[in-house]
């Protein structure tokens, strides 16, 4: 059974950084897709990056510029490094991956439980 973990939430100052990491377990296929979903309160999930096998990335456009996303050298490894954390950033962070390329598209297949990200101001 493929799990995603997700770590690295927490309490941040605007203007502060913070890196989430996510590890996948129980596959031994490398996912072609890795990346990164948020949901706010009252709001529905969104994207923020994705990342694919080959390396090309999609970002959200409120994130461009403030956050990179890469691929660890252990299989199925994904990081998000945030910068310049603004209070709107607030959200459950989510990790999800699919075996697909889904750069462009939705529907990833597997996801993780969230992490909690709060930016005050």
């Known amino acids: 059974q493929v799990r995603l973990v997700e770590s690295g939430g927490g309490l941040v100052q605007a203007g502060g950084s913070l890196r989430l990491s996510c590890a996948a377990s129980g596959s031994i296929t490398s996912f072609n897709t890795m990346g990164w979903y948020r949901q706010a309160p009252g709001k529905q999930r969104e994207l923020v990056a994705l990342i694919i096998s080959g390396g090309r990335t999609n970002y959200a456009d409120s994130v461009k510029g403030r956050f990179t996303i890469s691929r660890g050298n252990a299989k199925n490894t994904v990081y998000l490094q945030m910068n310049s954390l603004k209070p709107e950033d607030t959200a459950v962070y989510y990790c999800?991956?699919?075996?697909?390329?889904?750069?462009?598209?939705?529907?990833?297949?597997?996801w993780g439980k969230g992490t909690l990200v709060t930016v005050s101001s």
């Open positions: 999800a991956a699919d075996f697909r390329d889904r750069l462009y598209t939705s529907g990833m297949n597997y």
